[in-house]
């Protein structure tokens, strides 16, 4: 005599996919074959609750929480398009480069008044920020009163007269030819 | 035909959720064998042609109503759901509530073909060979389909249990 059936075995005798070998267990044994009718009458409660009874009602959302629900992902969805709208126009908004005359203006004599003696702002003094759009040297550098190139640490080099930070570069070498 | 209603009701009503729903296809399904009828088609096995009218239904209505399952039942079905379980059998009280609301889960989490399987075998009572003439399967199908409806219906309630 074989073993007995496992319960999956059993569920599969009784969609009738079972192998012969198992058929025949269930008919010699006792047990299986209780089982087996148990699992029937299980089968059998199952289908006449299906067949006779109402289905409960489902425990879901009441209407109108889902509604609000609906609202509230569309009133989000709304709000993240108009952000994002709005931060694509606000990056589009032109930002003054230092480049810009203005602001390399207001620099110059930022760095006037920061380095003027005597109360008296300095009129020879280096533009920090020399205008990168070209690659000449100090001769291109945008400048007013008169400003000339340095090398030196912030473009103090010549201005303040700090030893061993003499002028060079293409302008210095001008003037020293010119002499 | 009038024999067949009840029938296919019930069976409509379990393949869909909504029994308002489950009469419309029920009235599509008789308007169906009514054309049918007056252009000389009518099939040999009314029951069987019914069935399979009545699943199909169910089946596109099904595919076809995601807006009304968003929406859920109507009222007017909820008012028919609560009317007919304010008076259960003796049986159906002495089985009790919880465990017949299991049993309703455990079947509509079932995939849409195995509830029809199971439908048709254990509640219409056909056999294999005529659920499978039924639904267009065949036979081994059917039986493949019926094994993994009752292991998971039989899951659902052991581990809820």
């Known amino acids: 005599m074989t073993r007995c059936l496992t319960d999956r075995a059993l569920t599969r005798l009784l969609a009738d996919l079972g192998p012969p070998t198992d058929r025949a267990?269930?008919?010699?044994?006792?047990?299986?074959?209780?089982?087996?009718?148990?699992?029937?009458?299980?089968?059998?409660g199952i289908?006449?609750?299906?067949?006779?009874?109402?289905?409960?009602?489902?425990?879901?959302?009441?209407a109108p929480r889902r509604w609000i629900a609906a609202a509230a992902v569309l009133a989000a969805a709304v709000a993240g398009i108009w952000v994002s709208i709005d931060i694509a126009s606000w990056r589009q908004v032109p930002v003054r480069s230092l480049q810009d005359p203005v602001v390399s203006t207001a620099m110059t004599d930022l760095t006037a008044a920061l380095f003027s003696v005597d109360g008296e702002?300095?009129?020879?003094?280096?533009?920090?920020?020399?205008?990168?759009?070209?690659?000449?040297?100090?001769?291109?550098?945008?400048?007013?009163?008169?400003?000339?190139?340095?090398?030196?640490?912030?473009?103090?080099g010549e201005g303040m007269g700090a030893p061993g930070l003499e002028p060079h570069g293409p302008s210095a070498d001008r003037a020293d030819g010119q002499d | 035909m009038d024999a067949h209603r009840g029938r296919l009701l019930r069976l409509c009503r379990l393949l869909l959720r909504d029994p308002e729903e489950a009469q419309d296809?029920?009235?599509?399904?008789?308007?169906?064998?009514?054309?049918?009828?007056?252009?000389?088609?009518?099939?040999?096995?009314?029951?069987?042609?019914?069935?399979?009218?009545?699943?199909?239904?169910?089946?596109?209505?099904?595919?076809?109503?995601?807006w009304m399952h968003f929406r859920g039942s109507s009222a007017r079905g909820e008012e028919?759901?609560?009317?007919?379980?304010?008076?259960?059998?003796?049986a159906d009280r002495a089985l009790g509530e919880e465990t017949r609301r299991l049993i309703w889960l455990a079947f509509r989490r079932l995939p849409e073909r195995q509830r029809q399987v199971f439908v048709l075998r254990y509640i219409e009572e056909l056999s294999t060979e005529e659920a499978a003439a039924t639904l267009g399967l065949s036979p081994g199908s059917v039986k493949r389909h019926l094994f993994r409806a009752i292991s998971r219906l039989r899951e659902g309630l052991r581990g809820a249990s």
């Open chain 1, 121 to 156: 702002p300095r009129r020879r003094t280096t533009l920090l920020v020399p205008d990168m759009t070209q690659e000449a040297g100090c001769e291109t550098v945008t400048s007013m009163a008169g400003i000339h190139c340095a090398d030196g640490l912030l473009g103090l």
């Open chain 2, 25 to 66: 296809v029920v009235q599509d399904v008789f308007v169906k064998a009514y054309d049918a009828q007056m252009q000389g088609r009518a099939p040999g096995d009314w029951a069987t042609w019914l069935t399979r009218v009545a699943i199909n239904a169910c089946h596109d209505r099904r595919r076809a109503g995601w």
């Open chain 1, 25 to 44: 267990h269930l008919a010699v044994c006792a047990s299986c074959t209780a089982r087996y009718r148990r699992l029937q009458s299980e089968l059998a």
């Open chain 1, 47 to 62: 289908a006449h609750v299906l067949a006779t009874t109402p289905e409960p009602r489902p425990r879901t959302m009441p």
């Open chain 2, 80 to 90: 028919l759901q609560v009317m007919a379980a304010a008076d259960p059998s003796p």
